[in-house]
C-alpha cells in the first residue's frame, strides 16, 4: 500500500468523523484544509436512486450557476452563414460545419461545450461515437441544438453546467472554484442539487437522492446531509 503523504493525512484526519454535515460545513471544511498551491476545482458528486441504463430513469439537465464556475469554457459550434457570424459575434472559440466535423474525426478535440442549429445535425451526429463518451453531443434537452447561437454561447461562457447520470446513478460536476468566497460556493451547490432534485425523472422509485458528497480536487471528500442540501 502507497504511504500516504503528510498533506494526504492531515487532511484525512480534518475530515474523520465528519459526514452528513450542512452545506456551510462542508464548504468551510474543504476551504479551510486546502494546502496545494493551485486553484482547486470544488466538486460534487452526487448517488442518485436511479438506474441510467432505462430512458426513464435518464437524469439529465443544464444548470446556470448563480456564480459561474471560476472555469475558462471553450466553445465549438457547427453552424453556417448568419448563425455561424453569430456564433463568432457571441464569442464561441471554434465555429465550422463539414471542416469541424473533420477535425473532430481526426481526434482533435479543442472545446469544452459543443453547440449546433438543427441543420448541423445531420453532419454532426456522424460524431457520436467520439462526442458522446466525452459527453459533448449536442442536444436540444439542454439547449445545445437551438437557432439562437448566441444565447447558448453566451450561457455556455458564464457558468452553465450540464449535468448526466452515469453509470450507477451517479451525477458529478464542478461548482466553483477554491477561491470562490464561503457564500458564493453554497449558493452555486444548492443551485446545482435544486436543479437535480428538479430532473428527477418519472421512472425513479423509492429515494431519489441518496448520497451527496464535496470534495476539491486534490482533498478528501465529506458526505452532506441531503435534507439540508435539498431546499425545495
Known amino acids: 500500500m502507497a504511504k500516504l503523504g503528510k498533506r494526504t493525512r492531515a487532511a484525512r484526519e480534518a ?3 465528519k459526514e452528513d454535515v450542512t452545506v456551510e460545513e462542508a464548504v468551510a471544511l474543504i476551504k479551510g484544509n486546502s494546502k496545494v498551491k493551485f486553484d482547486e476545482t470544488v466538486e460534487i458528486a452526487m448517488n442518485l436512486g436511479v438506474d441510467p441504463r ?4 435518464m437524469v439529465r439537465g443544464v444548470v446556470g450557476l448563480p456564480n459561474g464556475t471560476g472555469k475558462t469554457v471553450r466553445v465549438a459550434v457547427f453552424a453556417r452563414g ?10 464561441a472559440d471554434i465555429v465550422g460545419a463539414e471542416d469541424l466535423m473533420e477535425t473532430v474525426q481526426s481526434g482533435k478535440i479543442e472545446f469544452d461545450r ?11 451526429g456522424r460524431l457520436g461515437k467520439v462526442l458522446g463518451p466525452r459527453n459533448l453531443m449536442p442536444n436540444p434537452k439542454v439547449g445545445t441544438v437551438t437557432m439562437d447561437v448566441e444565447a447558448a454561447v453566451k450561457a455556455a461562457k458564464g457558468g452553465e453546467v450540464q449535468f448526466k447520470a452515469e453509470k450507477g446513478g451517479v451525477v458529478h460536476a ?7 468566497d ?48 435539498v431546499t425545495e
Open 54 to 57: 432505462h430512458a426513464d430513469q
Open 174 to 180: 464542478g461548482v466553483g472554484k477554491m477561491s470562490f
Open 82 to 91: 448568419p448563425k455561424a457570424e453569430e456564433a463568432e459575434k457571441a464569442g
Open 182 to 229: 464561503e457564500g458564493k460556493l453554497v449558493e452555486n451547490i444548492r443551485a446545482f442539487v435544486s436543479a437535480v432534485s428538479r430532473a428527477k425523472p418519472s421512472g425513479s422509485k423509492g429515494t431519489y437522492m441518496k448520497k451527496i458528497a464535496l470534495s476539491s480536487t486534490m482533498g478528501p471528500g465529506v458526505t452532506v446531509s441531503v435534507d439540508n442540501a
Open 114 to 124: 459543443c453547440i449546433a442549429t438543427p441543420d448541423m445535425m445531420p453532419i454532426v
Open 15 to 17: 475530515f474523520a468523523g
